[in-house]
């Protein structure tokens, strides 16, 4: 059975998440039924690299899956898009470089982008992509200086949600950068690994040095100390999140 | 009555375009609406810098209103855009600069700009702000090269929807730039006045030079000529133009 590797991009609004539930709209969902389709009927698992909550975005999750058939990968991609929703589509899709693998074990590093729009006033066309903040209160330079203390090997389990808490919450974060232009502010992070909620919650941990309620030092604090969920900021929403992009070495594209 | 001039952004796809008309949404009458509520039931009339058509964008349209209370320009955008529907929103709001300012006739010049996403897969996020062409056809170079032959004083009774040529179809485009960018295809002309669906008439005709069908100079005699509109190229979907600024000299923004 040839595997595939398609990278895929999709507005969050529109799905409860990536993962598959039964009864609602998710993006593993749309796509393994389209697949399953291309596949005469026989149903198609589709192995995503990471989980994206419900409401956050995507511009480059990957994926893998094997179908019965020897597809043109050309034919395929377009194929598989007719068949989709318009709130997602794979916009780049290869035959994999080899037969295991995998969209999520052979990713070095995973890296997300953070959006937020900080002015009393808003832009419609980019109101559903950032977290709009509108008070007049935030030192985003203190943020950047705090965001750089996540780089290194941590253990990040203060930064996710209560109760998803995995056996080891140790990940390496290979870059954190916070970036201010205009009204727009950017937390892209590299990480070998993410928990759930983990950059919503270091989000709201950034917030709280921005608007002066703690030193940029305090983030060191939540990753050297037995620091629990409630020590750190709030959850950011979804919708200024985006799962950019997925590292493999080498990357799959060019292979064919 | 005390004038103020406002910058609105709106959501091509929601509205029947800026004018009023009985029975549809019209960004200027929610405007009117809106402003009306706020002047105690008082109708507003509210006059903007130029006509977009259904479906075209705006970052930056400009318009002009009287109140018959004097406001203070920070309060008054907030209640403004607390009465608008999320698809349009004033970004900017001061005072006029005198009392007889009108967006339109002391506007300067008028940019816009054409988005075109020119490859056979697309991000579902930037969907409805492009024009998607999915061939792999075209020499944008080519095009970059024609649009340079809009630049000055002309006739473009040519690029003019037909029967809304107005007496006088004589405009002065001040600049006109093609840039690529990956996918992304950006024109933005920048000029005295813009005829009905010019700048669409104007991407159609720079299309068939990019498709090779015609020779970049064919631009400059479509102005030179007496040409009328079939001679020009198609007019291209109004999901890929944005209004995108109104020059005033000085500008209106900071003189309060």
Redesign the interface.
Known sequence: MPRYVAEV???GAYFSGWQLQRGLVTVQGVFEDALTLLNGGEHVSVAGAGRTDAGV?A?GQVCTFDLKKDWNP?RL??AL?ANLP???????LVKAPCEDFHARFDAISREYIYFIWNA??????I?S?VCWLRANAYDWERARRACLFLEGEHDFGAFCRSGNEPEDSVRTIYRSCLRKKGSLIMLRVTGSGFLTNMMRIIMGSLECVARGKKEPEWIKSLLEKKSKRPDCGRTFPPEGLFLWKINYSPPPWNSH
Do not use: D
């Open positions: 991009s999709y507005e975005h511009r050309r991609i377009l898009n318009a709130e997602t589509n794979a916009v780049r009393s006033t808003i832009y419609p066309a109101r992509k």
